[in-house]
């Protein structure tokens, strides 16, 4: 791994959305540490286009169209331009990439990131579904490629660091923060009627539309507490999560002694991307700063489960583990695209997601092509599935 005197090779998955434009942020900012070696987008190939004439990488791939959809001649000569997951997989895989970012919303991240870990890569991991779909099977593989996987996720990276503040043995809990979403103070009433953009407008954190759903309806969290057990090898009892509006503290641990350590700092996913690129190193950033000279408050409430079920969905399937992850997550994508299409409603979600974890026939120590199987079938139940 690069100490910052030689040039690090960044492939990027997903370079067009929140995470990835944030990524090429901090490669901007550092163009001796880091390059683009790779970039990618699954559909939108202006903004991909864009991102070549300022990075020049030597490829870029488009995931979800094909060379008859776009026109090559906006994007620079020089980049080789591919189509299809399979490049995808070739790039991450190739000697010249350092580190892979993984940037991809949902399970559709679950291939690149095995080969990124199979190749032995540092992964610097945003793509939170692949781990709740693929927990003890990435953990397995970790084990025996020598890959490293450095959490982007801001509860992941602030676990990730104040871990280090103390010996594993000693940890009591990890403490998710959350910021509670737009809809903290709903009446039950007013969530059965939430529109689909209320439900994009994000008070703390400006994200890609899925997330920001899931983090609406505290999806996001239970897929962070299920993320949050196989990233740091904890059990579902020894996480919790706490509210946080501010979306300053992202997140704490508490060690046996009763010293909880935070991390802080102004939401912006800059600082912990470009944590885990330099990880030993800290070095100056893009990143905010967090400014002492005015006066602010910070606030922590307990979670309501009664209105957010979502929440305790993610406690279950970290106890559980096996094929419920893959199960709920996939069950989560269809019903948040079911969302933003207005075919159910809101409250639908959390609804759609249980009575399908609980319909599924579970298997404990699943293969890889078990989880991939069930994944399917829990896409195609969740596409059936009615409000009752
Ligand atoms: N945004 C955040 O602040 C944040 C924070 C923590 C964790 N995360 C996690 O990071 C991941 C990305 O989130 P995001 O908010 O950056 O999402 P986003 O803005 O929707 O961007 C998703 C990226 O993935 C590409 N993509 C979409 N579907 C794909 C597919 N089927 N195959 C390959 N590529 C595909 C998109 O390409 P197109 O542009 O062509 O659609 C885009 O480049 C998620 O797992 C999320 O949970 C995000």
Redesign the pocket.
């Known amino acids: 791994m690069s100490d910052g005197s030689t040039q690090q090779q960044i492939a990027i998955?997903?370079?067009?959305?929140?995470?990835?434009t944030?990524c090429l942020k901090v490669l901007r900012a550092h163009p001796q540490r880091f390059s683009a070696h790779v970039i990618?987008?699954?559909?939108?190939?202006q903004?991909?286009a864009a991102q070549c004439h300022e990075f020049r990488p030597a490829k870029a791939i488009?995931?979800?169209i094909g060379p008859d959809e776009i026109d090559r001649s906006q994007f620079p000569s020089s980049v080789e331009l591919l189509f299809g997951?399979e490049p995808?997989i070739e790039a991450v895989q190739d000697p010249v990439v350092d580190t892979v970012v993984?940037?991809?919303?949902?399970a559709?991240?679950l291939r690149t990131t095995w080969a990124a870990l199979e190749a032995g890569k540092r992964v610097a991991f945003?793509?939170?579904?692949t781990l709740v779909v693929g927990g003890s099977l990435i953990v397995e593989l970790l084990r025996h490629s020598g890959a490293e996987l450095l959490p982007?996720?801001?509860e992941h990276s602030a676990v990730f660091q104040t871990l280090q503040c103390g010996r594993r043995e000693d940890l009591q809990r990890i403490i998710l923060t959350a910021s509670g979403g737009p809809f903290r103070k709903a009446t039950q009433q007013e969530l059965e009627e939430v529109t689909v953009a209320q439900a994009l407008a994000h008070p703390t954190?400006?994200?890609?539309?899925?997330?920001?759903i899931?983090s609406a309806t505290m999806m996001?969290k239970a897929?962070e507490v299920i993320e949050a057990r196989w990233l740091f090898d904890v059990t579902a009892a020894e996480i919790d999560v706490v509210v946080h509006p501010e979306s300053i503290v992202h997140s704490m641990v508490e060690f046996n002694d009763g010293s909880v350590v935070a991390h802080l700092s102004p939401p912006d996913?800059c600082l912990p991307i470009q944590y885990a690129l330099t990880w030993p190193e800290r070095v100056a950033g893009v990143s905010p700063r967090m400014d002492f000279t005015q006066a602010f408050h910070l606030h922590f409430e307990p979670p309501d489960p009664v209105r957010f079920p979502a929440l305790e969905l993610g406690f279950e399937v970290a106890r559980q583990g096996g094929t419920a992850g893959a199960v709920l997550n996939a069950a989560n994508e269809v019903a948040v695209d079911r969302f933003l299409n207005e075919e159910i409603r809101f409250t639908d979600i959390p609804r759609l997601c249980r009575s399908i974890l609980e319909s599924h026939s579970f298997d404990a120590a699943p293969t890889l092509d078990d989880v991939l199987r069930l994944d399917e079938w829990s896409r195609l139940e969740a596409t059936r599935w009615t409000s009752s």
């Open positions: 998955l997903g370079s067009t959305g929140s995470i990835g944030s990618t987008a699954n559909r939108r190939w903004d991909l488009l995931t979800g997951e995808c993984t940037g991809i919303v949902g559709a991240g945003a793509n939170k579904e982007v996720d801001s954190w400006n994200m890609g539309a899925k997330i920001t899931d996001n897929l996913m």
